[in-house]
Structure formats: C-alpha cells, structure tokens
Nanobody, 123 residues
Framework: QAQLVESGGGLVQAGGSLRLSCTAS????????MGWFRQVPGKEREFVAA????????NYGDSVKGRFTVSRDSAKNIMYLQMNSLKLEDTAVYYC????????????????WGQGTPVTVSS
C-alpha cells in the first residue's frame, strides 16, 4: 500500500528555518510529481510547493516563493521542503502529497496524502 510519512515539523521562531521530509513507501514514486500542501483550521488547504518526477521542475505557491525550496531524492524515495525566513503565517499542518498530474497545485490532482506534520512559527 502506498504511504507517505512526513517528519521534521515543530516549533520555530519567526525568521528561523525548518526542513520537512516526506518518505514514500509501498510503491515507487519516481513517476509521480510530489508536493506539499498546508492547512490551518477553518481554512482551505493551500498549495505550497511541488517537484516534478524529473526532479528538476518545481512550482511554488506565491506566499512561499523565494523562501521555501522543494527537492527530492528519487533513489531514496524522499522529498524535502526547506523552509527559510519563516513567518507567523506559515503556521499550519503540512501535508505531503503525490500525483501523476503536473503542475501538482490542486487537491483533486492528489492520489496519495501523508498524515500531516504541524509547523508552528512563534514571535
């Protein structure tokens, strides 16, 4: 069974950095785009970033461009999200996702979801 597991979430001060990881198992994800979404209670899930199955093409939400970097190691079935210059408004539960559509910017393109990892940015 295909599974995505996030790790690396936690508490960080504004201006700080955090790196999230997403480990895939149960199938090979080398032919899937992978990405990150985030959600705050009471709000819709928001696209954050995605990386193409080729590992080179990337796409970012406007609110994180220039601060976040998404990457993947297909040999290890791991995707990363490096988050720098974190802001209070980055506080959310971050979800790893995979799908066969590019760009992977919408919920309806997602075929596999992770369980989420919380990120809290404090002042």
């Amino acid at each position: 069974q295909a599974q995505l597991v996030e790790s690396g979430g936690g508490l960080v001060q504004a201006g700080g950095s955090l790196r999230l990881s997403c480990t895939a198992s149960g199938r090979t994800f080398s032919s899937y785009a992978m990405g990150w979404f985030r959600q705050v209670p009471g709000k819709e899930r928001e696209f954050v970033a995605a990386v193409h199955w080729n590992g080179f093409n990337t796409n970012y939400g406007d609110s994180v461009k220039g601060r976040f970097t998404v990457s993947r190691d297909s040999a290890k079935n791991i995707m990363y999200l490096q988050m720098n210059s974190l802001k209070l408004e980055d506080t959310a539960v971050y979800y790893c996702a995979a799908g066969s559509t590019w760009p992977l910017t919408r919920d309806r393109y997602i075929e596999v979801w992770g369980q989420g990892t919380p990120v809290t940015v404090s002042s």
